[in-house]
């Protein structure tokens, strides 16, 4: 355990050492069963995710108290942890305005009142306090390992002063506000682009979509997507000819492919003798990477021409005929295409020809250049709400291991 008594980062207006205490001058167990039915109380879990949180709706509540109704009572401002995740963060405060009730297995406790519930309810999950608890785990397997309160009683920790907990605490408030005002900002823009995927191409049966742009009113038409697009396969070069690699061309695979839009650089590249000795292509600016194998219907479109290993089909959309970020937003029915008609006894596969049989419906260029664009001013937005969400997290885990001894 490190000898330093005060953190890197720290408020001005606070210079004194902090104290090093055990948790258990911290914490006091508490022991109070319940039967929730009785009580009327809610059952509730702790999650690592989320902390102390409802159930959800695959508990049975009521099997679970047929069979012990040996509960504990959380009560508003105390402390839960499960002593078997502990060691990766499994322990919630009960913030909510009522008393909860949680398995009987879990440890309950509550805080000294010179302690700060802010402060510890940041400090409990902190990389310092995960690593102590991996210190003091109990158990002869590292997956059953266990703290429970009398080992927890013994951690050792420095801690500031009350008032220094609260600033701390606040502090980490606010970042933990920002998160999850950005979190709900981003689920709200993803649960409206699925509204609008529903509504802005036509349902199973129907022509034309629920909402339109002004001005376009015909008919969408049924086609086949090798009518609209080439769908072309890739290959690998022999691994064992250095001429091959490291080369200037872009070469994907599929792991490469995650929820990015937009891919302008491979992890491997090929050279012009590879790409010749070998069954990949290159493929032009615009290009929607779609992988057919180990994972069937991950996408991407290409920002800068490249080629990509057998573990593709790509689709080449035709000039004048598919626009490149309208079927790139058919994402999912390319995917449930791809797995009802891939086939393999090792693996499931879908080839370039069977692809190309799909069935999909469109309107004319125009209208589809349109919907593009609308889907794309909407992915980008979400994925400026994610990059800023990566962010804020990435802030809070660096002051994490600055502001706590």
């Given at each position: 355990m490190t000898n330093r008594k005060e953190p890197e980062i720290r408020f001005s207006g606070f210079d004194?050492?902090?104290?090093?205490?055990?948790l258990g001058e911290v914490f006091n167990q508490t022991v109070e069963y319940v039967n929730p039915n009785e009580a009327n109380l809610a059952l509730w879990?702790?999650?690592?995710?989320?902390?102390?949180?409802?159930?959800?709706?695959?508990?049975?509540?009521?099997?679970?108290?047929?069979?012990?109704?040996?509960?504990?009572?959380?009560?508003?401002?105390?402390?839960?942890?499960?002593?078997?995740?502990?060691?990766?963060?499994?322990?919630?405060?009960?913030?909510?305005?009522?008393?909860?009730?949680?398995?009987?297995?879990?440890?309950?406790?509550?805080?000294?009142?010179?302690?700060?519930?802010?402060?510890?309810?940041?400090?409990?999950?902190?990389?310092?306090?995960?690593?102590?608890?991996?210190?003091?785990?109990?158990?002869?397997?590292?997956?059953?390992?266990?703290?429970?309160?009398?080992?927890?009683?013994?951690?050792?920790?420095?801690?500031?002063?009350?008032?220094?907990?609260?600033?701390?605490?606040?502090?980490?408030?606010?970042?933990?506000?920002?998160?999850?005002?950005?979190?709900?900002?981003?689920?709200?823009?993803?649960?409206?682009?699925?509204?609008?995927?529903?509504?802005?191409?036509?349902?199973?049966?129907?022509?034309?979509?629920?909402?339109?742009?002004?001005?376009?009113?015909?008919?969408?038409?049924?086609?086949?997507?090798?009518?609209?697009?080439?769908?072309?396969?890739?290959?690998?070069p022999s691994t064992s000819n250095i001429e091959y690699w490291n080369g200037d061309i872009d070469w994907y695979s599929p792991a490469e492919i995650g929820e990015q839009i937009y891919v302008s650089g491979s992890k491997k590249k090929i050279t012009e003798k590879g790409l010749r000795k070998s069954s990949a292509k290159i493929h032009p600016v615009g290009t929607v990477l779609f992988t057919s194998r180990a994972g069937i219907g991950n996408t991407a479109i290409l920002a800068k021409e490249g080629a990509t290993n057998q573990g593709f089909q790509s689709i080449i959309p035709k000039e004048t005929l598919l626009d490149s970020y309208f079927v790139f937003s058919r994402t999912h029915e390319l995917k449930r295409y791809g797995e009802m008609s891939g086939a393999g006894s090792t693996f499931v596969e879908v080839s370039g020809k069977q692809m190309a049989k799909m069935p999909i419906l469109v309107p004319n260029f125009n209208e589809q250049k349109k919907i593009g664009a609308f889907f794309k001013q909407l992915d980008n937005t979400i994925a400026l709400h994610q990059r800023e969400l990566e962010l804020l997290q990435a802030t809070k885990k660096a002051f994490l291991q600055k502001m706590f001894v």
């Open positions: 004194d050492a902090w104290k090093q205490k055990k879990s702790v999650t690592v995710e989320n902390g102390l949180t409802p159930k959800t709706e695959r508990y049975n509540r009521e099997a679970l108290v047929k069979k012990n109704d040996k509960f504990k009572v959380v009560h508003v401002g105390d402390i839960v942890y499960n002593p078997m995740n502990l060691t990766i963060g499994a322990v919630g405060f009960n913030k909510s305005n009522h008393s909860v009730a949680v398995s009987g297995y879990y440890i309950t406790m509550n805080m000294n009142d010179e302690f700060s519930n802010s402060y510890f309810s940041i400090w409990l999950t902190s990389p310092n306090a995960i690593k102590q608890y991996k210190l003091y785990a109990t158990g002869s397997l590292i997956e059953k390992q266990r703290v429970q309160f009398p080992i927890l009683s013994l951690i050792k920790t420095y801690i500031p002063s009350c008032k220094e907990q609260e600033e701390i605490g606040t502090f980490f408030k606010k970042i933990d506000d920002a998160i999850a005002l950005h979190q709900q900002e981003l689920s709200t823009l993803k649960q409206t682009k699925q509204g609008f995927l529903q509504k802005m191409f036509p349902k199973e049966g129907k022509k034309v979509p629920e909402i339109r742009f002004p001005g376009f009113t015909d008919d969408w038409e049924q086609r086949k997507l090798g009518e609209l697009a080439e769908i072309i396969g890739g290959g690998t």
